[in-house]
């Protein structure tokens, strides 16, 4: 049955329009306001426009005004790689995916082997255009300068350009954020880089103003690698609840050594389970969010299988990355605070 104003409003005219636009208020047709769609606890999606060059103050990132900014990003390890391959209209479309689903950077690969082949001198000719693109969309870039240096045979002369480059060029940004190498104790990784001592002598070729990270640890709270912030790529094993309690220990691992540490890569996303890499529960990533930000971390960046291809994810995927970025964003952002 339809239904429609009182008979006795159905009129024409301007006194019909006036009647019928109170008829459509009083019954809730009218759009809320802006300024209050939004639960006031939601924390803002922060800009590089906005918040500037972001640094480490305490167990805190900050933007450039002092303000605490909140880590909140997404793997796009190919977004590189696509512009090497002139594919700007796929990077772009992820790019607008991540910043419409609510994350403030990306962590992009500057040179790579196995997903995809990109030559650390193409992945350089590129990155001014990275930055450029991703502060377009209102998003900062982790951009890291060493991944699969075994399989490219990078000698110690190869690595050290590697991050002194990646480093000029990211000085030039106000929204790059370095991190020196990909799990440096990989078997992918040359052997040279399993020593922590040579991330740090690398570290020494990054501009003082760039914000960087050495690389994560196959221990969860190994103290070193380190660098200005230090990430960590959550261990796997164990049940959904048992990854999720780890967070406290990272937690701990910020106030022993007084830096920001950011939750670099736990279990991903996929569209199906796969024990011990995928999960498909948006729940679980809403949960490590969550605890991300209860742990007192500075952020997280979540994972996913698309995302490593720069694709936007399918919709299992789509879902975790809705509900991530729900529990990281529902409550207040950390302070700057010392140990």
Same mark, same amino acid.
Request: proline fraction near 7%; include cysteine; hydrophobic fraction near 45%.
């Given at each position: 049955?339809?239904?429609?104003?009182?008979?006795?409003?159905?009129?024409?005219?301007?006194?019909?329009?006036?009647?019928?636009?109170?008829?459509?208020?009083?019954?809730?047709?009218?759009?809320?306001?802006?300024?209050? *769609?939004?639960?006031?606890?939601?924390?803002?999606?922060?800009?590089?426009?906005?918040?500037?060059?972001?640094?480490?103050?305490?167990?805190?990132?900050?933007?450039?005004?002092?303000?605490?900014?909140?880590?909140?990003?997404?793997?796009?390890? =190919?977004?590189?790689?696509?512009?090497?391959?002139?594919?700007?209209?796929?990077?772009?479309?992820?790019?607008?995916?991540?910043?419409?689903?609510?994350?403030?950077?990306?962590?992009?690969?500057?040179?790579?082997?196995?997903?995809?082949?990109?030559?650390?001198?193409?992945?350089?000719?590129?990155?001014?255009?990275?930055?450029?693109?991703?502060?377009?969309?209102?998003?900062?870039?982790?951009?890291?300068?060493?991944?699969?240096?075994?399989?490219?045979?990078?000698?110690?002369?190869?690595?050290?350009?590697?991050?002194?480059?990646?480093?000029?060029?990211?000085?030039?940004?106000?929204?790059?954020?370095?991190?020196?190498?990909?799990?440096?104790?990989?078997?992918?990784?040359?052997?040279?880089?399993?020593?922590?001592?040579?991330?740090?002598?690398? *570290?020494?070729?990054?501009?003082?103003?760039?914000?960087?990270?050495?690389?994560?640890?196959?221990?969860?709270?190994?103290?070193?690698?380190?660098?200005?912030?230090?990430?960590?790529?959550?261990?796997?094993?164990?049940?959904?609840?048992?990854?999720?309690?780890?967070?406290?220990?990272?937690?701990?691992? =910020?106030?022993?050594?007084?830096?920001?540490?950011?939750?670099?890569?736990?279990?991903? *996303?996929?569209?199906?389970?796969?024990?011990?890499?995928?999960?498909?529960?948006?729940?679980?990533?809403?949960?490590?969010?969550?605890?991300?930000?209860?742990?007192?971390?500075?952020?997280?960046?979540?994972?996913?299988?698309?995302?490593?291809?720069?694709?936007?994810?399918?919709?299992?995927?789509?879902?975790?990355?809705?509900?991530?970025?729900?529990?990281?964003?529902?409550?207040?952002?950390?302070?700057?605070?010392?140990?």
């Amino acid at each position: 049955m339809k239904t429609g104003p009182p008979a006795g409003i159905r009129r024409t005219g301007f006194a019909g329009v006036v009647c019928g636009l109170l008829w459509i208020a009083a019954c809730g047709y009218a759009q809320p306001r802006a300024d209050t *769609a939004r639960p006031p606890d939601v924390v803002p999606l922060q800009t590089p426009a906005a918040c500037g060059r972001v640094s480490a103050r305490g167990t805190a990132l900050v933007c450039a005004d002092g303000s605490a900014f909140r880590w909140n990003g997404v793997t796009a390890f =190919a977004l590189l790689d696509q512009l090497a391959d002139g594919r700007r209209a796929d990077a772009d479309t992820y790019l607008r995916w991540a910043r419409a689903t609510g994350f403030n950077l990306v962590r992009v690969l500057a040179m790579a082997d196995v997903l995809f082949k990109l030559s650390p001198e193409e992945g350089r000719r590129h990155l001014d255009g990275l930055f450029t693109a991703a502060a377009g969309h209102g998003l900062y870039v982790e951009i890291v300068a060493i991944a699969d240096s075994a399989r490219l045979k990078q000698s110690p002369d190869g690595l050290r350009n590697q991050v002194a480059a990646v480093g000029r060029l990211a000085a030039a940004h106000v929204n790059a954020i370095v991190q020196i190498a990909n799990e440096h104790y990989h078997p992918t990784q040359v052997p040279a880089l399993h020593d922590p001592a040579t991330l740090t002598a690398l *570290a020494a070729l990054i501009p003082p103003r760039v914000l960087y990270t050495e690389s994560a640890s196959a221990d969860d709270t190994a103290a070193r690698p380190q660098g200005l912030f230090i990430t960590r790529h959550l261990s796997r094993g164990g049940t959904p609840a048992d990854m999720t309690a780890r967070l406290a220990l990272l937690g701990e691992l =910020a106030m022993s050594t007084g830096k920001p540490v950011v939750n670099g890569e736990p279990i991903g *996303a996929g569209e199906r389970r796969v024990p011990g890499r995928r999960l498909a529960d948006p729940r679980v990533f809403r949960d490590l969010a969550r605890r991300t930000v209860e742990a007192g971390l500075a952020g997280g960046t979540f994972h996913c299988e698309d995302g490593m291809f720069a694709r936007v994810p399918g919709p299992v995927q789509q879902a975790c990355a809705r509900a991530w970025v729900e529990g990281m964003s529902a409550t207040s952002p950390p302070t700057a605070r010392r140990p």
